[in-house]
């Protein structure tokens, strides 16, 4: 509900506050949700309160610039032998000086 056209969602701790109350639970539980959900590679932080979302999961807005977006996320699945299945995702870094000349 609150991602922009970039991936983009800004949690401050008044925002945080508002949506544990929303889903019954304590702020610092959130809190520690997003760290897990940010160890699992589901979202990445950019800054303070400031988080992407993996493209692979969420995205919004034109699809060249989703599929843009997906090219700094790996998206990995797997199965085990009784067909349970685990989903993870990682950022890959893009090296920033191949684009400079």
Known sequence: KRMDYDGLIALNKAIKERMA???GIKESSLR???THLTKSGIVRIIDRGLYEL???YFAKGDWA???KRRENFK???TY????GRKITGKLEEPDLFDEVE
């Open 54 to 56: 993996n493209p692979h």
């Open 65 to 67: 610039e989703i599929s």
């Open 21 to 23: 109350a929303a889903i």
């Open 80 to 83: 085990t032998a009784k067909g």
């Open 75 to 77: 998206l990995e699945v």
């Open 32 to 34: 520690n949700y997003l």
